[in-house]
């Protein structure tokens, strides 16, 4: 039980006495109150749980806090400094994509870590980098539009 | 058989689905809802309003509140959102219908979580399709209320008649002199108006609506994109411990030992025991309760957590064992449940008759959010946040199983990560409770993903054989089906044929048979029970019978709808065979039907009727020689009334097509040895982005009273494409999901 340092959402962040083990899931939600992050299956397998290390998408699920060398970006850090939601936030909205909402803060990390390493992506690049992400609520059509919509607000 | 009581989970069902045809040719939901909702939740007397009755209470002063939906002050308007949310768009949708009638712009409107206050509010339950049909008149009424309120405190601040002024955008404005008042500015005046009587309020007519109708962005929406807290899995209390529970995965095991003092001894664990269960499948059944300081602490407690199990009267229930039955029983005859006409005189006379076994495996319910529950104790009261789908139901339940008053139980309502019919029922709930009682500090119990799926209420598999005749003419004179089911208690169906299962109401020679093995573990409904499978069933069948008769689908379909009419007179929230036709022939000429396709590759077509709503699909599915399906196109046409929020409307559209896609290709749950075989999702897979198709939807403007849409645009998506593949390819898929039949995407 090493004392665990995480940069998170731009904040140093420092916590003592938690088990070496636990997933990066658990220490956000449990132990640092970010709540946005959520919990599906814990295997990895349907990426309610998505948050960006260094911009990539992890499942924090099922990945130690103790690993984490990167800078963590949950969705709760997605927004501007005033406040404003970020493109793809705003798409998300803006669609309304969302149906009971749970998956979506996963489905939004997946869709930022998309755009942040492809600013244009075609359909099948969506398709794909948003496969590991479980809607279960079937909202599928309409975040397809929103990555679409995002990508071009992005670059405009 | 298991020695437990599943009375309660029928009851919420037949409380949820049944009233819509409750009373003989009426629309009386209010009414049977009430009986039904005492009988469950022990509320008697007068205190429990009817959904058609509105709240009274006028205040003398301060804020204008003539009812549980309305506040208006100085500062702002809010609007109460009464249903739970699981994804079904009411907390928008029905906080519309109050704002539309109280004219207020809904920029101005904050809409709020109502408490669950049944006194005040009625049945407040997520299921059946029920909330757009049971609200849209008395939320209206509430909202016009408030409003007849506001320009009487107008026409007395103006000193002109009523009739001299009319309402826009939060303001009440003087025709002549277009001089406007704010509702913010009117309401103190207001709320001492005498309340007007419900009937007493005119409602606009649709063609006046501003708001419904429109695409509004769900009001959650902001919060959700920033991950703020809404979900029941995001309550916290001061002070409060994580508990996870163990039960027997084969339903009826009973505790008889476990290394308590071992799992106590571990880090950051508080508190291990036992709990007894009370014998009720939908309350509290035996386990291992471990309440420890956060998450991690209790899933690795419960890796190290061993129990052995008294499994003398645990389920041994095994689908291979159910299937053999099946194919022994469903050949010979079964109890009748329908039985019209002369069946057997039609099938003498006829061309062709054409014998089919149809079959569907289990499935689960898989709302994201695993089931949780935040529950507080102390002083012989309970305080829960819990995201339920039955929050009047749920304070019954967990009375009964605290031994306290009902009036001592107060549940919040969050926001649910899904339902699909998995949050009717409270179980859930019952375990926080008892964990919260015995632990003495706040507790939120969080299942696992893998407790989800071992200890859900499942959708029942199920077997039909049936046959069909085709006469001289073409014409289908004659249907039986043989369903073999399952029950729990040994008496009633976990999922039965009635007389209202397609095509009884329409053809006059139709034989229904039942035959029932018995089932411990439990079943229970998920998304448009019933129908999500009835569908698929009759739906492929009338295709495989016009195929036999060598006619077009689309014909025959509406030869056997026939005249238009209503099936059951006078209410509206039966059959319509005119609106089934409308929907029919609008899905197909959009979709293109009877035009050229390329090799492999057709449309499909089915129709289905469910939970008042009409609704066709034409699926456009190409298929490989590997059997590999690809679904490029759902066209939908539904007649579900008029449109609340037509952004939500499409949505659950989308979402049903997306869901019954997901279902039928690959997604079934086995049993052996009374366990669940599927425990995550890497077993249950889940429809992905790739394969989703494209979906068109298309409403028909109808006047009818509205119906909700959370569930009847499901049925008819798994028949649509399986006929799309038999036209593709004609090969016929009899069960589901295809994957048995070695098909995959
Ligand atoms: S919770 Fe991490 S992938 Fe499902
Ligand atoms: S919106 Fe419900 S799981 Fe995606």
Redesign the interface.
Known sequence: MATLRLNVNGEQRTLDGV?D???LL?VL???L???????????S??G?CTVLIDGNPVRSCSFPAASVAGEIT???G??GPNGE?NPV?QA???L??????????GQ?MAAEALLRSNANPTDAD???A???????????????KAVKTAAANRGA | MVALNYQGIQDIFDAVNNQRWAGAGGFQIAKVGRRDFMKITGLVGGGLMLSFTLPRASAKSGPLQPNGYVRIDETGILIYAKNP?????VKTSLPMMVAEELDAAWDDVQVVQAPVDQATYGAQFAGGSMSTPMNWLPLRKAGATARAMLVGAAAQRLEVPVDALFTRDSHVVHKDTGRKLAYTDLAAAAAAMPVPEADSVALKEPRYFRLLGK????V???A????????G??Q?LPGMK?ATYQKCHAIGGKVKSANLDEIKQM??VHDAFVLAGNGNAMELLPGVAIVAD????T??AKRALRVEWDESEAATDSWSGASASAERLRGESGQRVVDQGDVDAAFNAAAKRIDSSYTYNFVTH?????MNCTAHYQDGAIEMWSPTQTPGFAIANVANVLGIDPAKVTVHQV??????GRRLYNDFMCEAAAIAQRAGVPVKL?W??EDDMCCDLFRAGGFHQLAGAVDGDGKVSAWRDHFVTFTNDGKRPVSGLSARVFPAELLANVRFEQTQLDWSTRCAAWRAPGSNVFGFVVQSFLHELAQAAERDHLEVLLEVLGEPRWLTQGNPQALHTGRAAGVVKLAAEKAGWGKEMPAGRALGLAFYFSHGGHIAEVADVSVDANKKVKVHKVTVAADVGPIVNL??AE??I??????GL?TMLGLAVTFENGRAQQT???KYP?????A?P??DVHFVASDYPPTGLGEPALPPLAPAVCNAIAAATGARIRTLPISEEGYTV
Do not use: H
């Not at chain 1, 309304?96 to 803060?105: E, I, L, P, R």
């Open positions: 088990d083990a636990t997933p658990w939600r449990d132990e109150g970010l709540v946005g992050t959520k919990f599906g299956c814990g295997i397998q349907c309610a949950t969705i709760e997605l927004a939601l936030q998300w909205v803006d309304d994509v969302a149906q009971c909402g749970y998956c979506q803060a939004i969506v398709d794909q948003m496969a590991g992400n479980i809607c279960r609520c079937g909202t599928y059509i309409r975040i397809r | 949310e699981i994804g079904q768009g695409r509004i962005t769900g959650d929406n902001d959700i994109v920033r991950g703020e807290p809404l979900f899995i995001d916290t994580i880090p950051g956060n998450t991690w602490a899933i690795r898989a709302q994201l959010e695993p926001r649910c990560g899904g339902g699909f969080q696992t993903r952004s939500g949505n659950q989308e979402g049903a097509v997306v869901d997901s995550n999702f890497d889940m429809l992905r982005m790739p989703t494209e979906v």
